[in-house]
């Protein structure tokens, strides 16, 4: 089995998908000759051609708008916004319209759409470059949000996610792209959505995270490893629709939790699993649950984003924290 | 640099006189410098390297004055099926409007004087053509298949007047001004990619034109050259705001030179010119030929909805003005004269179209309430976990919308 | 002192700002001659000519961007999005810009603008008329966010807002707008940003409710009273930034919660409250803090309207609940 | 309808071919209709109720002659200082670009074959007037006033670079594309409404003209008459993506017919040209009499960004026939021509730009690193007692961001 990167994971599903299936059509800026600014979307257009593989005009609401269109008309379009921090042009047709086509038309219509987008910090990019905003599509009524964490991962979901009936922002943590290799099966498989993973078992704490931040957590959780602490670490991999049922098992099991995450604190996804934690686990939780976040500011220019984006260390003193409290 | 020769237009088309002022750049802002230019001999200082005109169509003037020459080939069934279709939007629209001043409706948005552009436009539409409506589309919507009562029920603040009827090829009313356009172009996209010879045509206001989306989605469709017709309706109003605080443009049709495709201002009220210019537009966009804007010239007469009071923000007169270009009645005399119209028929028509009307409310009023389920049914094609309980928890009346 | 509506309220407000400051305007669609669809800027526009209320083209996006501009040259505008459903199209100016201007500029520029909106529902609107997107505001670093409950709130809530340096997000209750009527000075006053209002004290729980929501809050207080159950009744009034310490002092007296929101549940401002709550003050808690607020689906049209909006029956069944835990 | 008589521009601007296609609606979809009407006898069947021309100006060509009846008036000194902002910015991108390579500075965005575009907009600028950047405007920024040190802090990854010094009336880099033009619009309006007699320039890119802010920008500048310029700097490539899948029009100048105000092309590398079309549209938006679109034809000679490679999606032929109008070397030309430069003065201007630079560089890299504290700071003018604490326990390094 050949090790890929995360990028060439997401480009192999996008073939296979796109072979297997007609009406799935790749559009956005740059995804064509250029094969996408990360490359991800590298010889579709050779491939697949003009037809399928389009290289838009520069407009995150139109790429959005018409691949709505498209999708009622029958296709499955795979739609990437070059980076998160360029979707809210996206909004309007993401909320009012994508998320709503099946709702409003009473099951007339519906939008089986992927949105693709670069997400997160870490690579010491310009302003908007770096913005993980998960929590604002989570908060929007009809979309599924999904957010891979390894290579295989994100091959196994974005299967499930061209298949699905309904749109499906699917972010990818652009720390990982290239920084590990993973075993990733040519043949077929999918993961499903709607379900989380469990990275690694323990008894003591429970860690939850996804994306770029699974690899700090996992390398908190080795570090509590070493003193003799056990972490479950899961990966929530879709965060729309939340998976409650293994996160509540795992906290009546530790009775501990710590959450990671880079997005701004104040009504992140944190707030939302900490809210589900309290109404279904109070009773078993030894103390508060912790947030590992970034803070309520504008991501910083590199200079200083290391100092915005939760690491390891930090994981770690949160985890002592709700070890000792 | 763009000049603009402004050519001002009179209420009949025979009458159009050349306002003498050339406006140019130099001349508005600094005759000096031009003159200081000419005197250095520079008679042209800079090159002409496009030139754009835009037209206007009116065939069927407010007197029923028809140029014959121009008039689309349409049988006298046809002509008078035009006729039918107006009248039953406009008996349509009254009583819409009498229902929610009795509170049998929620809010309504008339279409009062606009039936010519939506009907004229409609009737070019074929079966397998795709259509986006706005928010203000009773008339094309029936003429395109949708049961009356189901207008009646959308406006009762019931979805399921959303739910467009399987094999008409039509999308649900868009309330966000404008955000329909970039879909429709999608759509026409996916038809030209699927090679099927069809058309798409959408709807949209004045006020749409300022919205990022008609840019957007007139410029994909420019790109990509697709199947689509975008029809607006320049009614002259958004809510409060007139057509000169929308836009410094003279036409709408103008701004389909910045997407590189035609755009045409008709009469709107004229239904033959505005049937030509959506037939001819939508045989183009099936041939393969590309998009186009039509702007169709009309003015709304009512308020902009049943919560609105437009005498708060434009004169009577105005109104008055354009009850005179009356799309039905031009027809209708136009008709007479030809003797495909006379008061019997009138009253067979109009009586056909309150009997349908008055059926669709009956219809509508006796559909019982929606199932609150539906809240829940239709948010995914399969209800995760999650959503399952808030429903179950909701239907067992407990309150608790989750766990 | 007269009885205003909130209307009334917000109007005055709006009127004495602009007596006082020339640098403050007001732009928006239907602002001027008509007065707004729900009247609130009536006699403005005669008041005050074109020059500072102004009718503008249709769109959110750049009736933000331009009072951006406006803002940065010394103007404090007072731009109004005519229904909260429709600011999607203005997100990108929101969150890339307005929130940011001053942070991107090391304090050169900043941005104290004001953008009002209704939101909410039960006036039985058309779609997208009943919007409650609080929280992708809140969670937006750099945006303040503020809904009044009452139309003594409002004025002074508004004052402050417009007086604040900074980009105030205005959400107006548009169910509130006629239904109530409170004396409101005629003279100045004004609430200061980021505190609660305690509407009504009580030692067996606190309610924690805003805009709309505090009426059908009040009325179960009211129903709970009758049973001797004392209900500490908290008016959020400053979504973001959070008052915390108001909040955590309540909960610790009372020992249990109940959150209202009419915005979808998940990742809506319960959940940070919550989560503050969990972090703050755990050990306190006698039950989970319950949530009452609309579910996640799409907002329904008139007809099915009433299931979804909290009312005073299901705050009482959650009082019930978090009583009986 | 609009019919475009498209007029072929070569080369030399005096060599101006009338295509002889008259490029009609109908004739373009259907020429069966247009003939079948012509036998009809209707010669004309629309009326064409505006004309527009668009403009292109070019006074300098890339061989370095000079069309003397345009040249705008200038001194000696003046040319010359065009010319040495020129080399200025020349060599400041050149070290920016090797910086990326050796490590010392982050993703950098080369302005390559812009200058000219650049130099001669922001040269036309008075010192009152408000400028509105995109992200490739390092040369109109150090010529407005930005020391070229914070340039280099900016692309380093340090947001002091975005602290405009007080007095210089500069918006700090725009990356999210097109969304600088409402609020340059917006500022542009505030100086109306206060009586300032000034004007707003804001740089855009052939990209930009896609995003619904170009439009939205563009058309509040129409309706309100703003004093502003859109200076668009058509490099023909938006990353990977070339001008023809940017829009169908075969201008960006002409996308200002929509809005109802002047738009004119000009060679981009022509500094007298983009100065005299810049200065026109200033003087004009100074006098208050609205706004201008000024398309500068250019291209980007570089990859989009140090993280591109243009290889991979444009032919090096492309490129090279470009690098032949450079816009310095036909200033040089025409310089050496009427004796305003020779080798000694261009070994001077290049010595004092190098030295510009690299004090440049110095001064950047021996500043410390922020203050962490600074991620906080500017987030509100007071920070809100939450922040408070979360920077408190940030600065504690107990890892707790709030609490
Ligand atoms: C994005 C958006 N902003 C505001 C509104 C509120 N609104 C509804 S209709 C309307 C005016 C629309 O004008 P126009 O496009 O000319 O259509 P008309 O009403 O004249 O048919 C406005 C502002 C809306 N529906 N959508
Ligand atoms: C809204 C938005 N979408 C995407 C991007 C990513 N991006 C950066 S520059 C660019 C192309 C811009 O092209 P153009 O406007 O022609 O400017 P140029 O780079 O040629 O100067 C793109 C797509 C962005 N910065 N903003
Ligand atoms: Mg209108
Ligand atoms: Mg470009």
């Given at each position: 089995m050949a090790k890929l990167t995360m990028v060439e994971a997401i480009n192999l599903a996008l073939k296979q998908e796109m072979e297997r299936d007609p009406a799935v059509v790749v559009l956005g800026e740059d995804v064509g000759k250029s094969g996408g600014v990360f490359r991800v979307t590298q010889g579709l257009f050779e491939r697949f051609g003009d037809g399928r593989v389009v290289d838009t005009p520069l407009s995150e609401s139109a790429i959005v708008g018409v691949s709505i269109g498209m999708a009622a008309y029958g296709f499955r379009p795979v739609a990437e916004i070059q980076f998160e921090g360029f979707v809210y042009g996206a909004m309007e047709q993401l909320i009012s319209h994508a998320s709503r086509i099946r709702t409003r038309s009473r099951g007339r219509y519906h939008c089986p759409l992927v949105v693709r987008m670069p997400y997160g910090g870490g690579i010491r990019a310009p302003e908007h470059h770096s913005e993980s905003n998960e929590a604002l599509l989570v908060h929007t009524p009809g979309l599924k949000v999904v957010a891979p964490s390894t290579p295989y991962e994100a091959k196994g979901l974005l299967v499930s996610a061209v298949r699905d009936p309904d749109p499906v922002i699917f972010m990818e943590p652009k720390r990982v792209y290239r920084a590990i290799k993973e075993e990733v099966p040519e043949e077929e498989y999918s993961i499903p959505l709607g379900q989380c993973r469990i990275a690694t078992e323990g008894k003591d704490v429970t860690l939850i995270a996804w994306g770029a931040m699974l690899q700090p957590t996992l390398k908190a959780a080795a570090l509590m490893g070493e003193r003799g602490i056990g972490s479950e670490v899961i990966d929530l991999r879709t965060l729309s629709p939340l998976d409650d049922d293994t996160i509540i098992e795992s906290v009546k099991k530790t009775k501990r939790a710590v959450i990671i995450h880079e997005a701004p604190r104040t009504c992140g996804l944190g707030a939302e699993l900490i809210a589900r934690i309290n109404e279904k686990a109070l009773l078993y939780l030894e103390a508060p649950v912790e947030r590992v976040t970034g803070f309520d500011t504008v991501m910083p220019l590199p200079k200083l984003e290391q100092h915005y984006l939760p690491n390891a260390e930090r994981v770690v003193e949160a985890i002592d924290r709700v070890l000792s409290f | 640099m763009i000049n603009c020769s402004r050519i001002k237009k009179y209420g009949n088309k025979f009458k159009i006189i050349l306002e003498n002022a050339r406006v140019t750049f130099i001349s508005r802002w600094s005759r000096r410098a031009e003159k200081s230019s000419r005197e250095k001999g520079a008679a042209m200082p800079k090159k002409t390297i496009q030139t754009f005109q835009v037209e206007w169509l009116q065939i069927l003037d407010e007197h029923g004055n028809c140029d014959e020459t121009l008039?689309?080939?349409?049988?006298d069934k046809e002509i008078q099926k035009l006729y039918e279709w107006m009248v039953l939007t406009r008996t349509l629209d009254e009583k819409a409007f009498k229902l929610q001043r009795e509170g049998r409706l929620g809010t309504y948005a008339s279409i009062l004087g606009q039936e010519a552009a939506q009907v004229g436009s409609a009737f070019a539409l074929q079966p397998s053509d795709w259509m986006f409506p706005s928010f203000r589309e009773a008339g094309a919507s029936i003429l395109r298949g949708l049961p009356p009562r189901m207008i009646l029920q959308y406006w009762s603040g019931d979805e399921r007047g959303s739910q467009i009827p399987e094999g008409q090829n039509d999308f649900p009313i868009t309330i966000p001004v404008g955000t329909q356009i970039p879909i429709a172009a999608g759509a026409a996209w996916a038809a030209k990619l699927r090679g099927d010879r069809i058309a798409v045509m959408t709807y949209l206001g004045d006020?749409?034109?300022?919205?990022g989306d008609f840019h957007e989605g007139l410029n994909f469709a420019g790109v990509f050259s697709l199947p689509v017709v975008f029809l607006c309706q320049n009614n002259q109003w958004a809510i409060s705001v007139p057509l000169s605080r929308q836009t410094r443009s003279k036409t709408l049709a103008q701004k389909a030179i910045a997407y590189g495709f035609d755009g045409i201002q008709v009469d709107g009220n004229d239904v033959f010119a505005v049937y030509k210019a959506a037939k001819e537009a939508l045989e183009k966009a099936r041939a393969g030929h590309g998009p186009t804007l039509i702007e169709c010239l009309t003015y709304r007469i009512g308020d902009h909805t049943t919560a609105d009071d437009a005498s708060r923000y434009r004169k009577a007169e105005e109104v008055e003005a354009w009850r005179k270009k009356d799309p039905i009645d031009r027809l209708k005399k136009y008709m007479a004269n030809k003797g495909l119209w006379n008061e019997a028929y009138h009253q067979q028509v109009a009586t056909a179209a309150r009997e349908k009307v008055e059926a669709a409310v009956k219809e509508e009023e006796a559909i019982p309430l929606p199932d609150p389920k539906d809240i829940f049914r239709y948010t995914f094609g399969e209800l995760p976990e999650e959503l399952k309980q808030q429903m179950e928890n909701f239907l067992r009346g407990d309150g608790r919308p989750d766990l």
């Open positions: - | 008039r689309p080939s349409l049988s006020g749409a034109t300022s919205k």
